[in-house]
């Protein structure tokens, strides 16, 4: 019952490294979420993928890039890593437009030095 | 663009009292809420999801409640326990894809 899996849970960059977050979900949802969590400004949306094949950006895009790989990944991409990305970042999928409830994964902890 | 609200940004009671926690959202063209609980380095866990032609929700000690025409939406848990003790978020669905949240309220249930 594994549901939202995200990896890896820690990461320590330094500036300009890149790195790839690695999202996977088992229940067979159409849409996933890549959102970035600070404190007192609660969870904000980066990028999402309605659906498989396709993605589109969120809120706070800049510096991001995703992949949905297949119905079940979704990766996110820091290709220059800014100390201004160290935040929470958290994966969710759901059935989209719907009600039905979002699911996230545990968050992957990312500070950039 | 549609803004979210939640005060206050925490909150001490002690065991045993009922807690109240607001949620105000400025654009009424909602397609559903949703309040999450997030316990210290976890994700978030999806508690209660009203839908815009609902009123309110019920699962066990929680009970969510939705006032689209004033933007507000209340959730209520019954005879607190230090169990209790999390980070609450309220999300809006407007019509889209996209969830708008709440910054949350943090509780701390005193034994």
């Known amino acids: 019952n594994a549901g939202v899996t995200q990896t890896p849970k820690f990461q320590v960059l330094k500036t300009g490294q890149s790195m790839t977050l690695q999202c996977a979900q088992d229940m067979n949802h159409n849409s996933m979420y890549w959102y970035r969590q600070d404190p007192g400004m609660g969870l904000r949306l980066i990028y999402y993928s309605a659906s498989e094949g396709t993605t589109d950006k969120g809120e706070v895009p800049n510096g991001y890039n995703v992949s949905r790989l297949n119905k079940r990944e979704f990766s996110l991409r820091l290709e220059s890593a800014a100390p201004s990305q160290t935040s929470v970042y958290f994966c969710?999928?759901?059935?989209?437009?719907?009600?039905?409830?979002?699911?996230f994964g545990d968050g992957t902890r990312l500070s950039i030095l | 663009k549609q803004e979210v609200t939640q005060i206050p940004a925490a909150l001490s009671v002690p065991e045993g009292e009922n807690l109240v926690l607001n949620c105000s959202f400025t654009d009424s063209a909602i397609y559903n809420l949703q309040w999450f609980r997030q316990d210290p380095g976890k994700g978030l866990t999806s508690l209660l999801l009203?839908?815009?032609?609902?009123r309110e929700q019920t699962s066990g000690r929680l009970n969510a409640s939705l006032d689209k025409s004033s933007g507000r939406s209340t959730l209520y848990i019954a005879a607190s326990q230090p169990g209790d003790s999390a980070t609450y978020l309220c999300a809006v669905r407007p019509g889209d894809y996209k969830l708008s949240f709440g910054a949350g309220t943090t509780v701390t249930v005193r034994a």
């Open positions: 969710a999928s759901d059935e989209g437009y719907s009600n039905q409830p979002q699911h």
């Open positions: 009203i839908q815009s032609s609902q």
